[in-house]
């Protein structure tokens, strides 16, 4: 692999840019996102994807941090936390199959399932969605402890992943942005809740808006995240204050 080859693997695997005019695409549009998006925190880092996956510069402030790990319950915590699962090759686990398709499958080792499909007989037998069904299923199998569950368009298996974590589960990380005008926002407002209550790290959005693409996008941020850590860019022995007043971004 030639050294511009390799500078492609590390520094843009992560927008799918693979030839010189993808990577000049995608970092412009990335010096583009940080003149209004801050560059401090490593939760800016999950504002300036957002953005750039929604092509929105107010999308950054529709983004939700909660639950905490062992440095704290600041913001940057299921960020440290989503990195940490990916360092540990932890299953990656989303709804369905546009947001699994949407996850690199570079620079990481994690394996990638999607819950949809598992679960029919009991959404036929319950008459819930297959979603829900499904997400009920994986869990009876334990595939969601330790996970990183990402949620980027079933309302219903938001809630599903929200009883389970109530009964016991205890997923790594959660990012859960499912989008639609039915119980979209409540879904995700009920995965902030079991967030805090069991300090389950997760990165949500408010509002009706979401969907597959911003999942896939913000799973891919903890990846690259934990590249950089992989690479001494980044240690994850800090808070959100002190990256922030160190300037320890990158």
């Known amino acids: 692999m030639s050294d511009q080859q390799q500078e492609f ?18 970092e412009t549009s990335m010096d583009i996102v940080r003149q209004f998006v ?27 941090f909660s639950g905490g790990d062992e440095l704290g319950d600041d913001e940057d915590a299921p960020v440290r936390a989503g990195a940490r699962a990916v360092l540990d090759e932890a299953t990656i686990v989303t709804d369905i199959t546009m947001s699994k398709a949407g996850i690199t499958g570079r620079g990481h080792n994690c394996e990638k399932r999607k819950a949809i499909g598992n679960g029919a007989e009991l959404a036929a037998e319950t ?12 869990d ?23 009883d389970c974590i109530e009964d016991g589960t205890r997923p790594a990380a959660i990012v859960a942005t499912p989008v639609g005008f039915v119980k979209a926002e409540e879904s995700r407002q009920r995965i902030r809740e079991v967030s805090e209550a069991y300090d389950v790290p997760a990165i949500t959005n408010v509002g009706r808006r979401g969907g597959s693409g911003l999942a896939a996008a913000l799973t891919n941020e903890l990846i690259h995240v934990a590249k950089d850590v992989r690479t001494d860019e980044i240690h ?9 007043a160190d300037g320890r971004n990158r």
């Open 9 to 26: 693997e590390n520094e843009y695997a992560d927008l799918g840019a693979t030839t010189q005019n993808a990577m000049d695409i995608a």
């Open 38 to 64: 801050p560059d401090e925190t490593l939760a800016d880092r999950v504002r300036q994807k957002s953005v750039h996956s929604m092509g929105d510069i107010e999308f950054q402030h529709l983004i939700e």
């Open 127 to 138: 008459g819930m969605t297959r979603t829900a069904a499904s997400v009920l299923e994986l």
């Open 140 to 162: 009876k199998q334990g595939v969601y402890d330790g996970a990183i569950a990402t949620i980027g368009n079933a309302p219903t298996a938001a809630f599903a992943l929200a």
């Open 236 to 244: 994850l022995e800090l808070d959100a204050e002190t990256r922030a």
